[in-house]
């Protein structure tokens, strides 16, 4: 009987896991094809106001406390790792302008390395066989897959400033990863993700009214329809994964995530 109760939750979490993974394939695909033309802090800013939005009354439809999160002791661990969150979009956006899906897929390995680091030898989290079994099949998997990406990573140049771009961003996103982790036995998701899209809109609109040079862009027609869609996207995918993290761990959910390339580059292929 208990061991039906383990794998019924196990194969739940995994569902919260393999939705937030869709979605953010999805969501790297629709970023590849809005980022080519546009300022990156505008989009993500403006895309950032919607998701703001939807997490506010999702949390007051949900949650009977509300805003009263914010007063906890422990409030500015949740800042201080969603800043970094918004650094890390910042960074990827910026690098998607020019670079390719595939090679943002070979930076996996280094937030693989830094989530397991810390979850197995710092937070001395119990490492099961099974753990490692299912860790070398999903490795083995996805180096096979980019070793079928090879020629594609031969073709691009390599410029050391976007190296510097994905370094960069697989730190900020591991330490936003583990931060949360932490942050889940006192907090809901819903706490999370507001106050995350909160920090992403104030840091990318003041950025962008402080750093752009070119005229500031007016909302379209196209605007109004292509960001809630994309705000839906990625707010689902957020909520997932923090869904999937809080009843796993960053290295299970981090290795997990080695298909978001695998779809993101079929995605991509699709559309």
Known sequence: MKLCTFALSFTWNMIWLLLSFFLYAFNNVVWKWTASNENSLYLISRRA??????????????????????????????????????????????????????????????????????????????????????????????????????????????????????????LCFSANTLIQWKALTNFKPLSIMLTQESIVLIVTTALYMILAKQKKQKPTIQSYVRFPIMAAVIMLAVFCGLMGLKFTNPFISSISGVIVPLLTVSFGFLF
């Not at 009354?57 to 201080?80: C, D, K, M, N, W």
């Not at 998607?96 to 070979?106: A, D, E, W």
């Not at 066989?129 to 079928?148: E, H, M, P, R, T």
């Open 49 to 170: 106001i919607f998701t703001v939005v939807f997490a506010t009354v999702a949390l007051f439809l949900t949650e009977t406390g509300g805003l009263s999160f914010i007063t906890q002791p422990l409030f500015y661990r949740i800042v201080v790792g969603c800043l970094l969150g918004t650094f890390g979009l910042m960074l990827m956006v910026t690098f998607l302008k020019s670079g390719s899906l595939t090679r943002l897929s070979y930076y996996m390995f280094l937030g693989l390395a830094i989530n397991g680091s810390f979850t197995y030898f710092l937070n001395h989290e119990h490492f099961t066989q099974k753990i490692l079994i299912g860790s070398v099949i999903l490795i083995a998997g996805y180096l096979i897959f980019l070793w079928d990406e090879r020629k594609k990573i031969k073709l691009e140049p390599i410029l050391l400033s976007q190296h510097l771009l994905l370094t960069g961003m697989t």
